[in-house]
């Protein structure tokens, strides 16, 4: 196992975030920059299922590439079926902007809407082999904005490494170490052998390969109750063949809801939660091997996997991720905001404006830290409950804390006096009483020294 050096750890905050100082020890949140590479059209359903799911939250990150290539067996492109999940989304687009003004409209997605590598693994890497979405990966990455670009693999890994083979012979080490520092790779299961030749090659890149992704996702009559029967994007959604939205957990891990962390895997969310070191050999599916796609020739390498907690890093918030995604279903078919339930807001008493930033609290031994979410609020007026507690997993105190007044909204920790060197978390849940209930988030990091 190799694990990060304080350098490589400054960087990876550095570049997955703007620092902007609000109230004290916070950091503002911002969009992540989003480029997607799915085998949608293929064999199974369910990138078709990830994609209205996608749309739905598309206004809680920036989409810059929907890029369609093949996973571990050549099927044809998808560009036809995504081109008709955009369509659906344009006509629903009218009632999403009166939910939230940052969806993109249809025309951006369009945009964005490529094809990618039409072989299969490695093999189609090389001189000669560059795509439109090849290209659109260097161009996203060589932009002047400088957040980092998430690339969330829902299918094979091979459009990213034409991109990242052409920097590499093209370009001077120096270059391509650049370049590198501002990609990061979050890869559903693994499937195709191409990742496995980044995470060798580049060694120092940021790459997640999430093989826990199922347990989660909803069930087929939740599906036809919640999503199917309501409007164009319901409507393309489809049945499932074998597992549901096998590929949602990599964009949710990215969605700015107060709990999500991106540039700190360890730290858990939405998307999973990731251990603090790179791992030898994460294989992927097992059809990749079937598919004669051989990931050992590239060992070693290295990547971040899953948690010792595995597929419950994501089911634990099942119940809200569910109700996020029933109540943007009926943002696409409500035209009135007032008819259509929306998030509290989640806000400590000294924040003049909404944030869905962590804030970070030093501590000693012996500390009694008392917080105050008296600024919280429902913009429908809904009654809001209360809840913080300790993240656990995430914690690595080596004892349980409990927590005081939980529901409150004026709750209490105590630190042991036996308690030092220590990291905390604590996550607050406001949930509203509207139908679907709403939860939002915000982190607290209690660091004691």
């Not at 902007?97 to 890497?125: E, F, N």
């Amino acid at each position: 196992m190799i694990k990060r050096n304080s350098l490589f750890r400054l960087l990876f905050i550095l570049l997955s975030s703007s620092f902007m100082l609000a109230a004290p020890s916070c950091l503002f949140a911002e969009k992540h920059r989003l480029i997607v590479t799915t085998d949608i059209g293929g064999t199974d359903p369910d990138d078709e299922q990830s994609m209205v799911h996608l749309l739905l939250m598309s206004d809680d990150v920036d989409i810059e590439g929907l890029i369609c290539n093949v996973a571990f067996v050549k099927t044809p492109l998808g560009l036809p079926v995504l081109n008709k999940i955009i369509d659906a989304y344009e006509k629903a687009y009218p009632n999403l902007i009166v939910h939230d003004k940052g969806y993109p409209s249809a025309a951006s997605l369009r945009s964005v809407a490529v094809a990618g590598q039409a072989g299969v693994g490695m093999a189609d890497v090389g001189e000669g082999h560059d795509t439109p979405g090849s290209e659109l990966i260097i161009r996203a990455v060589d932009s002047k904005d400088p957040r980092p670009v998430w690339v969330n693999a829902w299918g094979g890994m091979n459009t990213v490494a034409q991109a990242l083979w052409k920097v590499k012979h093209t370009r001077s080490a120096a270059d391509v170490a650049k370049f590198v520092s501002k990609l990061r790779i979050y890869d559903v299961l693994g499937q195709c052998d191409a990742g496995a030749w980044i995470a060798r090659t580049f060694p120092d890149i940021v790459y997640l390969r999430n093989t826990a992704v199922y347990g989660w996702a909803p069930s087929d009559s939740w599906v036809d109750d919640n999503v199917q029967k309501y409007g164009p994007l319901g409507a393309a959604y489809p049945d499932r063949m074998w597992a549901t939205e096998g590929d949602s957990p990599a964009f949710m891990y990215l969605v700015d809801n107060g709990l999500n962390v991106p540039s700190e895997p360890e730290y858990g969310g939405w998307g999973g939660r990731f251990g603090t070191e790179k791992v030898a050999g994460v294989r992927g599916m097992d059809w990749v091997e079937k598919n004669n796609l051989d990931e050992k020739q590239y060992d070693p390498y290295y990547m971040f996997t899953n948690s010792g907690e595995g597929s419950e890093a994501i089911a634990r918030w099942k119940t809200a991720i569910l109700n996020d995604f029933a109540a943007r279903v009926k943002w696409s078919v409500c035209a009135d905001y007032n008819d259509a339930n929306h998030h509290p807001v989640v806000r400590f008493s000294d924040e003049k404006t909404d944030t869905k930033a962590v804030r970070y609290v030093d501590a000693k031994p012996g500390d009694r830290l008392q917080f105050d979410f008296s600024g919280s609020y429902d913009p429908d007026g809904n009654e809001i409950s209360y809840g913080l507690y300790v993240y656990d997993d995430a914690t690595d105190c080596g004892q349980r804390l409990e927590v005081s007044d939980a529901a409150t909204g004026r709750p209490s920790l105590s630190i042991p006096e036996s308690v030092s060197k220590a990291t905390i978390h604590l996550i607050q849940e406001v949930t509203d009483n509207g139908s679907p209930a709403l939860t939002s988030y915000r982190r607290i990091v209690v660091r004691v020294k």
